[in-house]
């Protein structure tokens, strides 16, 4: 009996100790910080303390032969961490040196930008991120992410309207769709529309224009009378994400093959209106509905735009790259034309958006973008001042919105000014005054360096 007792009681005890001590190991567990998921990015990961750690970003596809540029987005999941311990990340290695607001979340859901109380520039003008987290999974990210299956997602959720078609013109070259989103009421003849072009997520961690494209359709779905009065009128064409591809694999400005989608609208040397046979598929896609949509005998398209986000000084706002510019300035008479129509689209826009989120456009825009094979390129030297096509820029930082930095909610109300630019700006009555004070912006880039 005390034979067993004592058993009984060793038992225990090796028990108690065995389960304290896996306890104990558990909590002991390592943190990782790991890229494995949609969108997620990083390059080495170094632990420099107990409690800091240097984060290296990674080139697109860890090809270390593309552009310092190119290094800006990173998203990573940070496992076992010490709940309400102070953490410290360094963000070391990338390509810019503006001061910004990275985000995070526990859940992928609810992002939250970091405090400017947790975020320096050291020395180096590095990114360093100071916080004890409340829980022991975090995801950190350069800026919101919005990935595939969050377009798929939104998708699904405004499908059904009865004036929303989704259509699949096209495959990546890793086979996923590139849905194109048409809008309109089509209990309305076509013959007297305006056709819209949209296309956004060229560079695929620009991620901007995605919550802009839920705004501008968001709001041409919502059953008012404005709504049905643009779905009327136009035919919205949408392709809220060329570089599936890259968006899955976590780059920043490229395909997985490292192509730059935005300088590969290379024409046909006899023949312009035509692409090289070997363009990648994302181009080939857009740029043959849009072919199609100017000779299948309907009123053709008038607008074309390119969404993108730029990186820049945090209080840079929304900002266009118009081409050319006044006949004042030596244009020819269809070089002004575009001009003088660009213009008058940005004053539509920032009539909707409000002065305070728009940068004014600049004096003039140039013809570097001629000899280039962006997608205005093409337009130009195919349809000249017929068809206003141009690239629109947002930015990442306070926007226009300080002390606030720019979140979701206000990226899709740029979205819905867009809307009613598009709308206002083929209103012959509208008259707008637009005071050039280019001279008073900074802005960060030219269009062939933010481009190349
Ligand atoms: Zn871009």
């Excluded at 919005?146 to 259509?167: A, C, E, I, M």
């Excluded at 728009?358 to 001629?370: C, D, K, L, S, W």
């Excluded at 690239?391 to 002390?403: D, H, I, K, N, V």
Aim: with cysteine; aromatic share 14%; hydrophobic share 40%.
């Amino acid at each position: 009996m005390r034979q067993t007792k004592r058993f009984f009681f060793l038992f225990l005890f090796i028990s108690v100790f065995y389960t304290i001590s896996c306890r104990k190991d558990k909590l002991k567990e390592s943190p990782v910080i790991s890229r494995n998921f949609e969108s997620g990015s990083i390059g080495q990961t170094e632990r420099t303390s107990d409690t800091s750690w240097n984060l290296y970003l990674a080139d697109d596809n860890d090809n270390p032969a593309l552009p310092a540029s190119w290094r800006s987005w990173w998203y990573v999941r940070a496992d076992h961490l010490t709940v309400g311990q102070t953490l410290s990340f360094t963000l070391k290695n990338s390509g810019w040196t503006y001061y910004y607001l990275p985000v995070y979340s526990y859940d992928q859901t609810n992002w939250l930008r970091f405090e400017e109380t947790e975020v320096k520039q050291n020395d180096k003008l590095e990114i360093v991120i100071t916080k004890a987290f409340a829980r022991p999974t975090v995801y950190m990210a350069r800026f919101y992410p919005y990935g595939f299956t969050d377009l798929q997602r939104w998708l699904n959720r405004v499908k059904s309207h009865p004036h929303f078609q989704l259509l699949k013109p096209g495959y990546t070259q890793q086979n996923y769709p590139i849905y194109l989103i048409k809008l309109t009421d089509e209990s309305i003849n076509v013959s007297g529309k305006k056709r819209v072009l949209i296309h956004a997520r060229t560079h695929p961690a620009e991620t901007p224009p995605s919550f802009a494209i839920e705004g501008l359709v968001d709001f041409l779905t919502n059953g008012s009378a404005e709504a049905a009065d643009c779905l009327a009128r136009f035919e919205f064409y949408i392709f809220p994400m060329q570089n599936v591809d890259g968006v899955i694999a976590g780059n920043y400005r490229s395909t997985p093959q490292s192509e730059n989608l935005e300088v590969l609208w290379k024409r046909h040397p006899e023949l312009p209106f035509l692409l090289d046979p070997d363009v990648p598929a994302e181009v080939k896609t857009i740029h043959q509905y849009a072919l199609d949509l100017m000779q299948d005998g309907g009123p053709g398209l008038s607008v074309a735009l390119n969404l993108h986000a730029s990186n820049s000084m945090p209080d840079t706002r929304t900002f266009f790259f118009p081409h050319f510019g006044p006949l004042s300035a030596a244009y020819t008479t269809a070089e002004a034309a575009l001009w003088d129509k660009q213009i008058r689209f940005i004053a539509a826009f920032t009539t909707h958006a409000g002065q305070a989120l728009v940068e004014p456009p600049p004096a003039e825009g140039g013809r570097g973008f001629v000899q280039n094979a962006f997608p205005e390129s093409w337009w130009w030297i195919n349809y000249n001042e017929h068809v206003m096509a141009m690239t629109l820029e947002m930015t990442y930082g306070r926007a226009g919105y300080a002390p606030l930095w720019v979140a979701p909610p206000d990226m899709r109300l740029t979205g819905k000014a867009l809307a009613r630019a598009i709308r206002d700006y083929f209103d012959s009555s509208l008259h707008y005054n637009m005071v050039n004070t280019a001279a008073k912006t900074n802005l960060p880039i030219t269009e062939e360096e933010s481009k190349q």
